[in-house]
């Protein structure tokens, strides 16, 4: 009978813990989709097309509260939401290249902090997460977002270099765009969203899971 006590008694824990984990996710999403919807260009930087938003703060604070599973399914509900709450206007494109960049930084910062959860992980983990950020989105916007979104809206990718030289005149091509646009955009992103998580993640944690970083 104890035995069987026993595991009602686990089941009822993961199922409590299931739904607790769910509800999290979800409220993270739902703040990480409104913060998506507040976009700052950086025209410095890059062509004003490229927008900044925090909208990887609540996702990399759920992965390194819930794991870098939660958070992939916190970025993949935020599109979703932001889909609802927003439409698009880069035919999908500018939300797709949020989700994969966005989890180039979260995982392996979520990873590397789930391994060892002290500040030092965590410093290491958002560090190798935002070097991972910038290379992704140089990587992917050189050889699938940029030409997805030039086929889309019939614009050839000599309009991009074009916005990238009137910025840096050592633009020359589609590569240096995203060497020297891009990856620095990406590269302040995540830097940004790395020194305010480090601010916020200690008190959001408590009500979260009830434990600190470090």
């Known amino acids: 009978m104890s035995v069987t006590t026993n595991s009602v008694k686990k089941t009822e824990v993961r199922r409590t813990t299931n739904v607790r984990m769910l509800a999290q996710i979800a409220m993270l999403s739902a703040v990480a989709a409104v913060l998506m919807l507040v976009e700052v260009p950086l025209p410095f930087l890059a062509p004003t097309f490229y927008q900044l938003d925090l909208s990887e703060l609540p996702v990399l604070i759920g992965a390194f509260a819930l794991g870098p599973l939660a958070g992939i399914m916190i970025e993949m509900v935020k599109i979703l939401l932001n889909f609802v709450l927003n439409g698009t206007l880069t035919a999908g494109v500018g939300e797709l290249a949020n989700f994969l960049i966005g989890c180039a930084l979260v995982v392996p910062a979520g990873y590397i902090y789930k391994r060892g959860k002290t500040k ?95």
């Open 120 to 214: 030092k992980s965590a410093l290491i983990g958002m560090s190798v997460g935002t070097v991972c950020m910038a290379l992704a989105g140089g990587i992917l916007n050189a050889f699938l977002l940029l030409p997805a979104y030039g086929k889309a809206f019939g614009m050839p990718v000599d309009a991009f270099v074009e916005m990238g030289s009137a910025i840096f005149p050592v633009i020359d091509d589609l590569l240096t765009f995203c060497l020297f646009s891009v990856v620095p955009f990406n590269m302040v992103k995540g830097i940004l969203v790395s020194v305010i998580t480090m601010f916020l993640y200690k008190h959001i944690s408590r009500l979260l899971k009830g434990n600190q970083m470090g």
